[in-house]
């Protein structure tokens, strides 16, 4: 949830790029960019210009396309300007017009005198519509901060947790080194969009792809490794927690148990590697990685080993092999 409200000027100030660009600028009513928005949908006005507001849903975004546009022409044109004080009259959040169609003065004259922000994009209007959905969707998507190394492993999102100092940042800088990719050290910003996908990233841009190791100090793996050893984002998939190995606890040994995390309402597949000297952690999870994407194939090794192991017992070829076997000497 947001600490504080998003406002309009909050959406003109987001610094957007590619696919999620909305290229928006205001042309009136800038007394009213602290407005907020506290809806995801957008509205698209058009019964509401021809009077009718039952059902009017005046907490979301009003968007004008080519219809309400020539629409709203046509009522300057006539002088019939009441149902626009009416529409302004419910405290809309603000106003966008698409294809780069700037309304007439006088609906900005009246926006400008209720405080209502316009605002004008030069996309058109159902791609501007998906782009700010899937924009204010992150915005109000769910998150967290959790304490961690988020690394893309062969395509699987793995969060590295554990204990401060049990070796996470050096597990990770071995994992660059083999070819895999770093999005985010110790502070990792998780957010749940879509109610079942979560997505990870750095807390702050201007650090997330920084390590800090121990004896070494804090280098930029961009600068190292090439802007190939990181990421932007990835899907958490799966969470890996490394403990300081304790001789006197049962470890998982063939996998059957899955363990899960729950994260912002989402059930993550959930690993405990003991670490050791002598381990090779890196390897143990980039055959995780590959064994988790196994497993999104439908394919699962230790089910299909038990389950092998169930069919020799029942053929007897278990049995035959026990007392068949020599031990007189």
Known sequence: MLNKPFTVLDLLDM?????????????????????????????RPGLALSGFFDAFVFDRIQIFGRGEYLYLKELEAEGRTDTIERLFAFGIPCCIFTYGQAPEETFLSIAERVGCPVLLTGLETAEFTRRLVRVLSNVFAPKKTMHGVLLEVYGIGILLMGRSGVGKSECALELVERGQRLVADDVVEVRCVNGNTLLGRGA?????????????????????YGIGAIREQ??????????????????????????TMDVLGVSVPRL????KPGRNVPIIIEAAAMNERLKSMGYNSAREFNQNILKWIETGEAQSAYYGSDDSY
């Open 204 to 224: 702050s841009t201007l650090i997330s792809h920084h390590m800090e190791i121990r004896g070494l100090g804090i280098i930029n793996v961009a600068q190292m």
């Open 234 to 259: 990835k899907e958490l998939q799966l969470i890996i927690e490394l403990q300081d190995w304790d001789a006197a606890k049962q470890y998982d040994r063939l996998g059957t148990e899955q363990k």
């Open 15 to 43: 610094d957007l790029t590619g696919q999620d660009a909305l290229s928006l600028r205001c042309i009136g009513g800038r007394k009213g960019l602290t407005r907020a928005i506290t809806v995801i949908d957008a509205n």
């Open 272 to 275: 405990e590697i003991p670490v």
